[in-house]
């Protein structure tokens, strides 16, 4: 982790846990306040109430008192009105139905203008009871006033006024408010105490698992986070610790896996290299880099496979692997080497190329040893063994009729040894490339009619049945017209040799529409199923003595293979004992 990560993440970490407390003060401070708010606006109600239902009780008393001083002569009223307020701590007024003040005990009521239009007192005349608040015009304050009309015994009708000053209201609110604060206080000193000790229980083990994540991402995977509790947090510990040990399981399968990869890839003969689809190189192995050292000095990773590699074959086998997502091998001439390449994309949707160089130089000069060697014994052969068979011939009509048979036998011989010399001399030319293919358009059913006119007699003599299938608008191939005409022959030759009776059948039909099918199927003794897959190598005879008494070489269906090879076709055999065989070319149109 570099240096500018690190106060980020860990910037993260302190503010989780500051943020989160800071929503928790600001939602307990605003819970707060807009109880404040209420209580506040509760509580000078409640007062206005309280000091209303005070003042009731207190116009109550004093109109009773007052109808008890009406009944007393002599009574001074002003007088005992004033006593009265020390008493109730309210201002009380006598007021008589025309509005004039006959006492009030904090003003003089001669000075006094008449009150008849005061709503309380307009109230109270008319429905018993009257309150309002209003400001006095004369003490300079807004008062509370609460009237209740009194009749005296006599029958006049007095309105005692009991009133309070506002400003006393709102001191018994403000106390009020000064205690629901002190207690909003203490609450949200609570409530932050509580919050800050929730977030530390939160914060803590998020940490925990933060700086776990972190080593992890560091690659250490020892790490393990304690996990005792029992809330989500804990099953969130629990679930990183078992991530992180199936993890810790994955990378050691995965390294000891890389390990056996590298070993292996590492003692490969062959050049291996992984390329991107930038043509750049990913990884070699030390064969490749020891192949192509003098090109890749300072190590080939990271550089073009060109820059390398000097050879455009390559070059063309990774673009067609790239563009045809496929496999793809080749034989490529690189520099005084040749190689063998093979190159595939690496699957599940990755983009990677493997490629592998197997160094071939010495195989094909040894191959081409052998094929001088076979092919220089060959043409040394061809001369003596033409000879003997000269003058074999000419010796058939000068000896006796004992001693024919095994003059016989050295013609039979030696037809057999340049049929065999032939036959290598065609599979050694066609190996090695010295047999180039002379292609024009042909019929497929002209050369199949002319190879069982060659074999007509043979055919004969046996009492088989010979026929071509040809299928309507079969059309004509790009082929070497001797050499296929060789395919025909030597199927055919091993038809007639190994079937007794029966029908040998040429069958010519399209295969899609770039292909064309042969099929030569006989009747005759078929092919054991174990031998099937080795018949087209060279030499390879099912049964020798068999073989060795009908003449042949056991190098025909190689030669057949090599030459359906060279025109990019390919041949399969199919067979049952006692059935039959069929042998399957397909060709290029």
Known sequence: MNQSERPARQGFAFGLGTRQFLYTCLLAVAAIAVLALIVSGTARQFALRQRQEELRQQAQLVGEYVVLLDSLPGADLQARIQRLD????????????????????????????????????????????????????????????????????????????ASVALQEIRLLAAGINRRVFLGGALLLLLALGLSLLFTRSVVRPITGLRQAAERIAAGDLTVRVP?????????????????????????????????????????????????????????????????????????????????????????????RVINESRSVSAE????????????????????????????????????????????????????????????????????????????????????????????????????????????????????????????????????????????????RISADRFLLEQVFINLLDNAVKYTNAGEIAVRLAPAGSNQVRIEVADAGVGIPAEHLGRVFERFYVVDKNRSRELGGTGLGLAIVKRIVLAHNGAVTVESELGQGTVFTILLPV
């Open 332 to 475: 490529l001439r690189i520099g005084l080497k040749t190689f063998d390449a093979f190159a595939v994309p690496l699957p599940g949707g990755r983009e990677e190329i493997v490629v592998v160089l197997h160094d071939v130089t010495q195989l094909k000069a040894l191959e081409k040893v052998k094929a001088d060697l076979v092919t220089n014994v060959s043409h040394e052969l061809r001369t003596p063994l033409t000879a003997i068979k000269g003058y074999a011939e000419t010796l058939e009509g000068n000896l006796p009729e004992a001693s024919r048979r095994f003059l016989q036998i050295i013609q039979r011989h030696t037809d057999r040894l340049i049929a065999l010399v032939n036959d290598l001399l065609v599979l050694s030319q066609l190996e090695s490339g010295e047999r180039r293919l002379e292609k024009e358009p042909v019929a497929l059913d002209e050369i199949a009619g002319d190879a069982l006119g060659l074999l007509a007699k043979r055919i004969a003599d046996k009492g088989l049945q010979s026929r071509v299938f040809a299928a309507p608008g079969l059309p």
């Open 86 to 161: 020390v008493e109730t701590d309210a201002r009380l007024t006598i007021i008589d139905s025309a509005g004039t003040v006959l006492a009030d005990s904090r003003a003089d009521p001669a000075a006094m203008e008449s009150h008849r239009l005061r709503p309380e007192v307009i109230a109270a005349l008319r429905d018993g009871w009257g309150q309002a608040i209003h400001r006095s015009r004369t003490l300079p304050d807004e008062m509370l006033y609460v009237a209740r009309r009194v009749r005296l015994p006599s029958g006049r009708l007095l309105v005692v006024r």
């Open 227 to 319: 996990g005792r509790r029992r809330d989500e947090l804990g099953a969130l510990t629990r679930a990183m610790n078992a991530m992180t040990e199936q993890l810790q399981r994955l990378f050691t399968t995965a390294d000891a896996e890389r390990g056996l990869l590298q070993a292996i890839i590492g003692s490969m003969s062959e050049g291996v290299v992984v390329l991107n689809r930038q043509r750049r190189i990913i990884m070699a192995n030390p064969s490749f880099v020891q192949e192509f050292k003098p090109a890749a000095e300072a190590g080939p990773d990271g550089r073009f496979l060109w820059e390398t590699v000097r050879s455009t074959d390559l070059q063309d086998l990774v673009e």
